[in-house]
């Protein structure tokens, strides 16, 4: 209940909300009192007693947030590992022809999966170009 009101008014201090809830016991009434009157009481001084500021209930949600697993490459997504190598100077200029309308669902899903792949690995072509065309200029030269 806490994370939820929190979240919905991160301006509001965790320790105001939790004592509040503690209070009523119902987001709605805290979240009414936050609406008309914009705050929250702070809790007396006792309440740190039974509830004492820690900075590890701030840090656990921010350590798990910079913990991202590595992003999926479109390569690897679409399975084009193989085909890297292979793409040439000619499969870049294929990649804007018109597709053609298949008979079959099954066919026409074949044939935008075919040109997504496509276009991807032209995609990368022209950036690995563009790194190329950037690292022989070199970093003084414009």
Request: proline residues 8%.
């Amino acid at each position: 209940m806490i994370d939820t009101v929190s979240n919905m008014f991160p301006d509001i201090p965790v320790d105001n909300v939790r004592y509040d809830l503690l209070r009523t016991g119902s987001v709605e009434i805290t979240t009414n009192r936050i609406l008309e009157r914009g705050f929250l009481d702070a809790p007396p001084p006792a309440y740190y007693t039974l509830f004492p500021r820690s900075t590890t209930s701030n840090a656990t949600p921010n350590a798990s947030a910079q913990k991202k697993p590595p992003t999926e490459t479109l390569i690897s997504r679409y399975g084009l590992q193989e085909r890297v190598e292979e793409v040439g100077e000619k499969e870049i200029e294929e990649v804007g022809g018109k597709a053609a309308w298949e008979d079959s669902p099954e066919k026409r899903e074949a044939s935008l999966r075919e040109r997504k792949a496509k276009m991807i690995l032209a995609a990368r072509q022209r950036m690995l170009a563009q790194q190329q065309k950037g690292k022989q200029q070199g970093p003084g030269e414009s």
